[in-house]
């Protein structure tokens, strides 16, 4: 690092990605820190820095050992910082500790016998609460919410049309349950129930796939809908709608053998979709050959249909927050709470990078079709068809607690500078 650089970061403060500290400070302190930002965004720590911004410098000897040891002993699991050190003037070096973002979170802090998990908030570290705990073992591949059990739910919670015609159209399988006995042994197989206190209760999987009424018992799950007359969010909307239905259909055979999905047994998908068809498209004013009337699609509805696919398979269910669907004269936004997971970025998204939340939904949603095979929806389907569309790119804004994807009707409006 070159010292012009340094000396722009010092005036710049601490923040959530920069912390002073004194050379004086002990092995654990050191280790706070890092663990916080490691299960934030990564960052870097200047040792010989006072509070204020003032350079006091480094005078431990070895003081690149002790830094890693202190790293390697209090910091678990292992992180691999990059040191180096930097003369300001003939008096004061500036030891600087970088590490970019942990993909094994959540980090902890080993000390006297215990494990404590540190985040940031700020330019502060803190330990870190049961339901940010949640987030970060969910974030590193470690707990996989969908497989948590949800409380006061039962069999009887689940639609047991549509697991028997899981069971035996789209999985094929030679012997279906006969009984509510075996039918749990099965559904606690599959991940879509697990052990209770006092008896079975669903899964978040097996909830938002098949459950009669979702919301009853997982109040995040579903959809909420709202249509605005304008460019902005107001008081006044065309709808304000909140969707609960399981996430996959019911398929039914006809006399032909024919399988094919009806309206009434549409699941949230395809309940959505209906739902915002009058608000993302228009009919023509002119009658066809046919005697009909074609309808124009501000979006491409496959790009639409993917991005809400997306949404409902990736999604963070430790945020008790409703996916939200807003459209607007000018664009429409999908915000979905939670940020991305294990280390995933909006770029390797966009390059087709592959790290699912939520393994069990995502296979059902295969094994029915809704997501393709490789994965890649964003890259394949959602980009390109919009550009195809209407020569624009879909915009992502990722923050700490949400994604918030925007496909525009018309022209993109130019990024701020």
Sequence with gaps: MLKSELLEIIANGENSGVEFKRDDIRPEQLAVEVVAMANLKGGMLLMGMEDDGSISGIERDKHEEWV????????????????????????HRI???????????????????????????GSTSRRASREQQARLFACGGVLHTEALPVAGSSYNSLDQERLSDYLKNVLSEPDIPQNKSSWINRLVGLGF??????????????????????????????????????????????????????????WKEDEA????????????????????EPYISEESGEIDSHFRRERRWYYPKAAVRELVINALAHRDWTRSVDIEIGIYNDRLELISSGTLQNSMTVEKMLAGQRSPRNPIIVEVLRDYGYVEARGMGVRTKIVPLLKQHNGNKPCFELTEDYLKTTFYKGKQPAAES
């Design 193 to 250: 129930m697990t052990e209770g206190v006092s008896s079975p209760v669903c899964t978040v999987a097996g909830m938002v796939l098949f459950g009669i009424s979702p919301r009853r018992y997982l109040r995040q799950s579903g959809i909420r809908v709202i249509a605005f007359d304008g460019e902005d969010k107001t008081y006044q909307s065309k709808i304000d709608k909140r969707l609960d239905f399981p996430l996959v259909g019911l």
């Design 68 to 91: 890693m040891n202190a790293i390697a002993d209090k910091v678990h699991p292992m992180l691999l910082p990059y040191y180096e050190e930097v003369q300001l003037d003939s008096d």
């Design 95 to 121: 030891a600087v500790i970088s590490f970019t973002e942990g993909v094994s979170k959540p980090y902890v802090l080993r000390h006297k016998g215990r494990e404590d998990v540190f985040i940031r908030v």
């Design 257 to 276: 053998g024919e399988r094919s999905l009806s309206e009434i047994h549409y699941g949230l998908i395809e309940k959505l979709i209906d739902l915002i």
